[in-house]
T-cell receptor, first 116, second 115 residues
Framework: GAVVSQHPSRVICKSGTSVKIECRSL??????MFWYRQFPKQSLMLMAT?????????EQGVEKDKFLINHASLTLSTLTVTSAHPEDSSFYIC????????????FGPGTRLTVL | AQSVTQPDIHITVSEGASLELRCNYS??????LFWYVQSPGQGLQLLLK??????LVQGIKGFEAEFKRSQSSFNLRKPSVHWSDAAEYFC?????????????FGKGTHLIIQP
């Protein structure tokens, strides 16, 4: 089946630094990837949709300059949290939309970001 | 825009007892509905989904859900819970087939299993 991986699984960084999270489709090509954010013990919120070869589409209220998304290839999308602060600490999950002939999204395992 | 409400933040059930987790959605067109489970520190696992047809859908791990359009509900049920069912459960809705445009999630219900 289709597999989505994320790297790293956990990252701890100092306030003010930038952190890059990778989302890869391992055995299929994805022209679109979704990025979700999950605050501790809360729901997942769709942050943005990355599109291979074009700009990402951000949901209302998401800071584009804070959360830089790049869809560099058909198998890689990255989320960079710039100048991270403690309030950016969250669980970030990416997913790929259904492949042709299938009907469910493919979620990555998530990345736990802790900003000190 | 669609929205999902899970009115129960926490539910405690004795092992072996039946379970029902509530989910109400708001969406003007045909909704594509999902239930996911998330264990602590883990990613999401799809339990079941409803797109059309039979309103009672069967999923993995003995779960089922019933779509009721008149009540805008998609409640999740299990006849007999196991200790391993303790987790966070999320109901989600999508506007396109399979959630191809992204999903809107409810706030989740934390399930606690008593021995």
């Amino acid at each position: 089946g289709a597999v989505v991986s994320q790297h790293p699984s956990r990252v701890i960084c100092k306030s003010g630094t930038s952190v890059k999270i990778e989302c890869r489709s391992l055995d299929f090509q994805a022209t679109t990837m979704f990025w979700y954010r999950q605050f501790p013990k809360q729901s997942l919120m769709l942050m943005a949709t990355s599109n291979e070869g074009s700009k990402a589409t951000y949901e209302q209220g998401v800071e584009k300059d804070k959360f830089l998304i790049n869809h560099a290839s058909l198998t890689l999308s990255t989320l960079t949290v710039t100048s991270a602060h403690p309030e950016d600490s969250s669980f970030y999950i990416c997913s790929a939309p259904p492949l042709a002939g299938t009907d469910t999204q493919y979620f990555g395992p998530g990345t736990r970001l802790t900003v000190l | 825009a669609q929205s999902v409400t899970q009115p129960d933040i926490h539910i405690t059930v004795s092992e072996g007892a039946s379970l029902e987790l509530r989910c109400n959605y708001s969406y003007g067109a045909t909704p594509y509905l999902f239930w996911y489970v998330q264990s602590p520190g883990q990613g999401l696992q799809l339990l079941l989904k409803y797109f059309s047809g039979d309103t009672l859908v069967q999923g993995i791990k003995g779960f089922e859900a019933e779509f009721k359009r008149s009540q805008s509900s998609f409640n999740l049920r299990k006849p007999s819970v196991h200790w391993s069912d303790a987790a966070e459960y999320f109901c989600a809705v999508g506007a396109e087939w399979g959630g191809a445009d992204g999903l809107t999630f409810g706030k989740g219900t934390h399930l606690i299993i008593q021995p």
